[in-house]
């Protein structure tokens, strides 16, 4: 119950850090309209399901490396080391991964909207869409996480942040595109049954993995 | 297995089943497959590749939990070591891999992106030399060691859902998938098992040679500088 509560005033701290500031998620959102932009005046107005599909992933890619990149890279040690003496090393995790997550969700929502205003709706199968932006902003949130965290110990951690992620991502985009794919396509749910099995059992590893690994990274 | 790294009866093993491959690999019979022909025998030299570089790989990663759980710093010496040597094979796999597919899919590159296989370790690849990127940018050893380890551990995983996971989701022309067999399908009288897996011991211990003397460099180097590892 204590690790809980812990986890979200974590959480609550960091909710509370973005409603003051207000320019990180604003900034995210500037960046989501400009890629949106840039992408229509490229494309226009008509876009083939397929292209669609891999530009609004090629979004999301770009948008969750700034969105979750800064989660660890931006808190200054000093603060960090406070939060440590404060709360356990998974409660700290745990909540920024939450707070990424919901994040990541937000903007695949709000992607989806904008790319959908600019360049029309392939998608027929709305409720896999769906599930596969939950599913992939948690997948996308969870590794940032972890990989921003194992950045931030090095130098020169922007472009690590990049060069480490990208590779990781990969399987999990080519199963997004896949269930998308597939979402244009048909309108039945049990298509992409087995893929958003696959994805969850993903998420479900990476968190885990995460919650093992990051008491051994924080130690400084 | 720490205890075997002076040793030379695994080495002499090595150079056994090395001699053995290169010979018999080239002589024996095989079967006559259309299209493949003798292309076939790439199986004793391609295929060891990569069992190879996942077995270094494997290892390696023992060998980071195991420094996780204890500190010492040999064990970090290990996984990289061997992490080293699983890049060179991974390399070379690709290196056979084209040579074989210059003749099977007439193009010597253009299918890495197109076979989800061939892919897959691509991404693997990559993850491994963003590693020694990590560790050339941290400073401190005992922290290089330490998020080495975890990015490790972390990275495997996901390189096993990228050569396990996504090729099963996907067709490929690789042998193995997607109805194009592999050697079990075709093999009867078991001739190229009789080559295929001395080939694997004899390339997994040459890696394992290999490694063995980067790490004991390393040791020295320590010991140069009056490091207890």
């Given at each position: 119950?204590q690790f809980?509560?812990?986890?979200g005033?974590m959480l609550?701290?960091?909710?509370l850090?973005?409603?003051?500031q207000?320019?990180?998620i604003?900034?995210?959102?500037?960046?989501?309209?400009?890629?949106?932009?840039i992408?229509?005046?490229?494309?226009g107005?008509?876009?083939q399901?397929p292209?669609?599909?891999?530009?609004?992933?090629?979004?999301?890619?770009f948008t969750a490396v700034n969105?979750?990149?800064?989660?660890?890279l931006?808190?200054?040690?000093?603060?960090?080391l406070?939060?440590?003496?404060?709360?356990?090393?998974?409660?700290?995790?745990?909540?920024?991964?939450?707070?990424?997550?919901g994040?990541?969700v937000?903007m695949?929502?709000?992607?989806?909207?904008?790319h959908?205003?600019t360049?029309?709706?392939?998608?027929v199968?709305?409720p896999?869409?769906?599930?596969?932006?939950l599913?992939?902003?948690?997948?996308f949130a969870?590794?940032f996480?972890?990989?921003s965290?194992i950045?931030?110990?090095?130098?020169?951690?922007g472009?690590l942040?990049?060069?480490l992620?990208?590779p990781m991502?990969i399987?999990i985009?080519?199963?997004?595109i896949?269930?998308?794919?597939?979402?244009?396509q048909?309108?039945d749910?049990?298509?992409?049954?087995?893929d958003?099995?696959y994805?969850t059992?993903?998420d479900?590893?990476?968190?885990?993995l995460?919650?093992?690994?990051f008491?051994?990274?924080w130690?400084? | 297995?720490?205890?075997?790294?002076y040793?030379?009866?695994w080495?002499?093993?090595a150079v056994?089943?090395?001699?053995?491959t290169?010979?018999?690999?080239l002589?024996?019979?095989?079967?006559?497959?259309?299209?493949?022909?003798e292309?076939?025998?790439?199986?004793?030299?391609h295929?060891?590749c990569?069992?190879?570089m996942?077995f270094?790989?494997?290892v390696s990663?023992?060998?980071s939990i195991?420094?996780?759980?204890?500190?010492?710093?040999?064990y970090?010496?290990?996984a990289?070591?061997?992490?080293?040597?699983?890049?060179?094979?991974?390399?070379?796999?690709?290196l056979?891999?084209?040579l074989?597919?210059?003749?099977?899919?007439?193009?010597?590159i253009?299918w890495?992106l197109?076979?989800?296989?061939?892919?897959?370790?691509a991404i693997?690849l990559?993850m491994y030399?963003?590693y020694?990127?990590?560790?050339g940018?941290?400073?401190?050893?005992?922290?290089r060691a330490r998020?080495?380890a975890?990015?490790s551990i972390?990275a495997?995983?996901?390189?096993?859902v990228?050569?396990?996971?996504?090729?099963?989701?996907k067709?490929s022309?690789?042998p193995?998938?997607?109805?194009?067999a592999?050697?079990?399908?075709y093999d009867?009288d078991?001739?190229l098992?009789m080559?295929?897996?001395?080939a694997?011991?004899?390339?997994i211990?040459?890696?394992?040679?290999i490694?063995s003397v980067?790490?004991?460099?390393?040791?020295l180097h320590?010991?140069?500088n009056n490091?207890?590892?």
């Amino acid at each position: 119950m204590q690790f809980w509560a812990t986890v979200g005033a974590m959480l609550r701290k960091d909710l509370l850090m973005e409603w003051r500031q207000r320019y990180a998620i604003s900034g995210i959102m500037l960046y989501l309209l400009c890629i949106v932009f840039i992408l229509f005046m490229t494309f226009g107005q008509d876009v083939q399901g397929p292209v669609w599909v891999v530009l609004y992933w090629i979004i999301m890619l770009f948008t969750a490396v700034n969105a979750v990149a800064k989660s660890f890279l931006q808190e200054g040690q000093g603060r960090m080391l406070y939060y440590y003496t404060l709360a356990s090393p998974q409660a700290i995790i745990l909540a920024k991964m939450f707070y990424n997550m919901g994040m990541m969700v937000l903007m695949a929502i709000l992607a989806a909207i904008l790319h959908g205003i600019t360049s029309g709706y392939p998608i027929v199968n709305t409720p896999s869409f769906l599930l596969a932006m939950l599913l992939g902003g948690i997948a996308f949130a969870a590794s940032f996480s972890m990989i921003s965290a194992i950045a931030s110990k090095a130098s020169n951690s922007g472009t690590l942040m990049a060069i480490l992620s990208f590779p990781m991502l990969i399987p999990i985009l080519i199963i997004l595109i896949r269930i998308s794919l597939n979402a244009i396509q048909s309108d039945d749910l049990r298509v992409n049954l087995q893929d958003l099995v696959y994805l969850t059992a993903l998420d479900v590893m990476i968190v885990g993995l995460a919650l093992v690994l990051f008491p051994y990274l924080w130690r400084d | 297995m720490l205890k075997h790294l002076y040793s030379n009866w695994w080495k002499g093993l090595a150079v056994i089943f090395l001699l053995y491959t290169f010979s018999f690999g080239l002589l024996n019979k095989v079967p006559n497959v259309v299209i493949l022909h003798e292309t076939i025998r790439n199986l004793y030299y391609h295929v060891p590749c990569w069992f190879a570089m996942l077995f270094l790989m494997l290892v390696s990663l023992v060998y980071s939990i195991k420094y996780l759980r204890s500190g010492r710093l040999m064990y970090d010496i290990v996984a990289v070591a061997l992490l080293r040597v699983a890049l060179v094979f991974g390399v070379l796999g690709y290196l056979t891999g084209m040579l074989w597919g210059n003749y099977i899919w007439g193009d010597l590159i253009s299918w890495i992106l197109g076979d989800t296989k061939t892919l897959g370790t691509a991404i693997g690849l990559l993850m491994y030399f963003a590693y020694f990127i990590l560790r050339g940018s941290i400073d401190d050893e005992e922290k290089r060691a330490r998020v080495a380890a975890v990015y490790s551990i972390f990275a495997f995983t996901l390189l096993n859902v990228s050569i396990n996971v996504v090729p099963r989701l996907k067709s490929s022309l690789h042998p193995g998938s997607g109805g194009n067999a592999t050697f079990t399908v075709y093999d009867l009288d078991s001739g190229l098992r009789m080559v295929f897996y001395p080939a694997v011991i004899g390339y997994i211990l040459l890696g394992l040679w290999i490694s063995s003397v980067l790490i004991r460099m390393q040791i020295l180097h320590y010991k140069k500088n009056n490091i207890t590892v």
